[in-house]
């Protein structure tokens, strides 16, 4: 009997072993190596030895700082106006060599807010990270609703016995089988400022009231061109998740539910939707994660720019890791980032968890 | 026994004629230019000649596409694997030297003795890459715009001041004839911005780092030279001269189509424009104050530093310094031959060419961009700043926040070497 045990475990370590070799190798091991550089200032080229740092690159990137100035004032006092906004003292004067504020050296505005008389500044050590957080938080929180809504609506709509419908399916995947790197260049014509698809078809539509904007190159829609573009691209995979969570649900549920007189919505509030439960679990969490990788859209399309309207954190740690050669500043990033994403999950855990 | 004495024989032999074939020792080399036809041809065909011409080396060539060159290079360093030749562009040897990549070359001093400065790769004062072309940057225009609005041509000995150059850009601007007065080219990110723009800030009298220390870019770029150029820079966008974002397209095609009057691009692009118009001048760049400066040198050949035969390394790349070959590369590719003796060979560079201009631009306005290993960290932070500026970021806060960016890097990496 042991003999058969054992048997059947090598077996299962046999099958098994590829996929956990390459786990290890290509996940696992990154993932301390990455800890363990983020303590570093280990460069992507150097001579120079490799010497602990402890917390400096999270320092880096992390560290906030606030000053509250009072308005200038002129000789009697009044407060001097320019532009009919009060005039306040260059913060370059505070952040630069100024040894009565050694604290603030080498930090810039993030954002600013007036208080009362004097107005308060938020201070960032690096405000690129700070908006690639912020940027990367915006996007999580539009696309995981938006994306995951409109695959169950997909899913809904080709959920039906209808002659043809293999197509409509194969067409709404279709997407998600395309190289993201492709589809962001074809979507980066489609967004083009001048003679793109996009603006055409608005012109078009509006006889040419709505003028040719340049999606991309506008810091207020380049994030928004972004998120619409990757809602379109994974919807499709999202559908499948949920279509198949819909043909697990019996259909004598839906046949005792007719006979019972339940409407269209009643049918969906009482017997579909709490069918779904693990299924919207599992979608919802895939999604969130999925959209804090964002990367190659990024990467393809906009480079973070227009004035960093488009950062996210894992373009950042690209970005610092090789571009700018700092290995240990893209781990520290990548772990602040597995940190959130953790926390994100377990919260999410938390909230969907099974009520006894 | 008398077959298998034969067959012994014939095995021998076989081995005998392996052997000759195999007395040509391999080298390999790594090359960027994947994916261009043109220049492939040519490499190639060097590479035949060279096989052919002695009977010691043979070079086997391996090639990436430009966009994923310099990663693949830095990956193999990491891993110990670089073949014996690799080539390098200019602007990013320093940092290679620097990290003990490649090593000196050990070549003809007077192959190279009436060089263009800018081909020449030198770092700590050695040697370590020679390039077989160098490229040049001008103001393209058409003698015909020039004329019609009133412009006077400028000269390699009298360039336009920067406020001729602001006259031009709003001459061209009123006239209404053209969508944007000028197309800097906009649409091609990565080094273009610092390799086209960063001569401008040189010659508004700022840089992107203290040459004299190597050590800090304050008060340098971000000095009252720097913000000078920044202002000026950001102008160009407020002011309607030129577009913060460009088609691709645009930028291929725009001069041609008579979008801009002046086009800031380089020698490559220029037998192209001399097909679209029978009256394109090429003008020198303007001088901002500082005298008139563009940015010097373009890929060159280098030895890894762990190659097992560094001299057949460093015979190869005496071979593909001949004029012959600089002459043939040029021709075929449109660069700037990196002698006069081989500019005299070929029909575009040679005196009273129609591209002679570059030759002289290349000699007399070329400045390297800053030699120091920090160098591809400072380019990235460059580009981002003249980005964000164009799109209309404050100009103080974003040279202040560049300048950070380059002194940390420089402090992270123990100053290079400079301290």
Redesign the interface.
Same mark, same amino acid.
């Given at each position: 009997m042991s003999s058969k045990f054992l048997q059947s475990n090598r077996t299962g370590w046999l099958m098994a072993g590829p996929a956990v070799i390459l786990i290890a190798g290509f996940l696992i091991m990154p993932f301390f190596f990455a800890i363990g550089l983020s303590f570093t200032?280990q460069? #992507?080229?150097?001579?120079?030895p490799t010497e602990f740092v402890g917390l400096a690159n999270y320092r @880096?990137l992390l560290g906030l700082a606030t000053i509250s100035l009072e308005p200038l004032r002129d000789d009697a006092g009044a407060v001097l106006m320019k532009d009919g906004e009060p005039e306040y003292p260059a #913060?370059?004067s505070f952040?630069?060599n100024n040894p009565d504020y050694p604290h603030l050296d080498?930090t810039? /505005?993030w954002f600013s807010f007036d208080r009362g008389e004097g107005r308060t500044y938020v201070l960032a050590r690096d405000?690129v990270f700070m908006k690639a957080i912020v940027n990367t938080f915006i996007f999580v929180l539009i696309v995981a609703p938006v994306q995951a809504g409109l695959a169950l609506g997909l899913a809904l709509l080709i959920n039906q016995r209808l002659r043809g419908i293999n197509l409509f399916r194969a067409i709404y995947f279709m997407p998600v089988v395309v190289s993201i790197v492709v589809v962001s260049l074809l979507w980066s014509f489609i967004y @083009?400022? =001048?003679?793109g698809l996009l603006n055409n078809l608005l012109g078009a539509v509006s006889f040419g009231m709505i003028p040719a904007l340049?999606w #991309? *190159?506008n810091?207020s829609t380049a994030l928004g061109a972004i998120i619409a573009m990757s809602i379109w691209q994974a919807v499709g995979f999202h559908m499948v998740i949920w279509l198949s969570g819909l043909q697990t649900i019996s259909p004598t549920l839906y046949e005792a539910g007719s006979i019972e007189g339940a409407s269209k919505w009643q049918t969906f509030r009482y017997i579909t939707w709490p069918g779904l439960r693990n299924t919207a679990v599992l979608i919802l969490i895939v999604i969130t994660m999925q959209a804090f990788g964002l990367f190659s859209q990024i990467d393809v399309m906009t480079?973070g720019?227009? #004035? @960093?309207s488009t950062q996210t954190i894992v373009f950042q740690a690209v /970005?610092r890791g090789? *571009?700018? =050669? @700092?290995i240990s500043g893209g781990s520290a990033i990548s772990v602040i980032l597995f940190v959130i994403v953790l926390s994100i999950s377990l919260i999410q855990r938390w909230l969907t968890r099974e009520r006894t | 026994m008398k077959s298998l004495n034969t067959l012994a024989g014939a095995m021998l032999a076989s081995t005998l004629f392996a052997g000759s074939a195999l007395a040509q020792t391999e080298l390999t080399m790594w090359y960027h230019g994947a994916g261009s036809e043109s220049e492939m041809a040519l490499v190639n065909a060097m590479l035949d000649e060279f096989n052919a011409s002695q009977s010691d080396w043979k070079v086997v060539i391996t090639t990436f596409p430009q966009i994923a060159y310099n990663?693949s290079v &830095?990956a193999a360093?990491l891993a110990g694997t670089l073949p014996d030749i690799i080539d390098i562009d200019g602007p990013i040897l320093p940092? %290679?030297a %620097? +990290? !003990?990549?490649i090593q000196p070359l050990a070549i003809d001093e007077t192959l190279i003795a009436n060089y263009l400065p800018g081909p020449k790769g030198v770092w700590d004062d050695k040697l370590y890459g020679i390039g077989m072309w160098d490229a040049a940057v001008s103001l393209v225009t058409r003698q015909s715009y020039l004329d019609e609005l009133g412009l006077r041509t400028p000269t390699l000995d009298e360039p336009w001041t920067g406020e001729e150059f602001q006259a031009a850009l709003d001459a061209a601007k009123n006239s209404g004839k053209f969508e944007y007065a000028l197309d800097l080219g906009m649409a091609w990110?990565g080094e273009w911005f610092p390799y086209a723009f960063s001569p401008f800030l040189q010659s508004f009298g700022g840089d992107m780092i203290d040459r004299s220390t190597y050590l800090t870019a304050e008060g340098v770029l971000n000095g009252e030279a720097g913000i000078a150029f920044g202002n000026w820079w950001q102008s160009l966008f407020t002011g309607g001269y030129a577009q +913060?974002?460009q088609?691709p397209a645009?930028r291929d095609s725009g001069f041609a189509n008579g979008k801009y009057a002046f086009s800031w691009n380089g020698n490559w692009a220029a037998l192209g424009a001399l097909a679209a118009f029978d009256d394109v001048v090429f003008l020198p760049a303007p001088d901002f104050g500082n005298g008139p400066t563009i940015g010097a040198a373009s890929w060159q050949l280098s030895i890894s530093s762990t190659s097992q035969h560094p001299e057949g390394a460093n015979a190869f790349i005496n071979f593909a310094l001949n004029p012959d070959n600089l002459a043939r590369f040029s021709k075929g590719l449109g660069l700037i031959p990196a002698t006069a003796e081989a500019a005299a060979l070929t029909e575009n560079y040679q005196p009273g060419g129609p591209l002679e201009v570059f030759y002289e631009l290349s000699n007399r306005q070329g400045l390297l961009r800053p030699v120091t290993p920090g160098y591809?960290?400072m380019a990235? &932070?460059f580009e981002?700043a003249l980005?964000?500026i164009a799109? !209309? +970021?404050n100009v103080?806060?974003t040279l202040?926040?560049a300048v950070?960016e380059i002194d940390?890097?420089i402090e992270?990496? !123990?100053g290079y070497g400079f301290k």
């Open positions: 200032n460069r #992507l080229i150097s001579p120079n @880096d #913060l370059r952040t630069r080498g810039r /505005e405000v @083009d400022g =001048q003679s340049d #991309l *190159g810091p480079q720019g227009p #004035l @960093d /970005e090789y *571009g700018k =050669q @700092d | 990663d &830095v360093a940092n %290679w %620097w +990290a !003990g990549y990110n +913060a974002t088609d645009d591809p960290v990235k &932070v981002k980005a964000d799109n !209309g +970021a103080e806060e202040d926040a950070d940390a890097d992270a990496n !123990g």
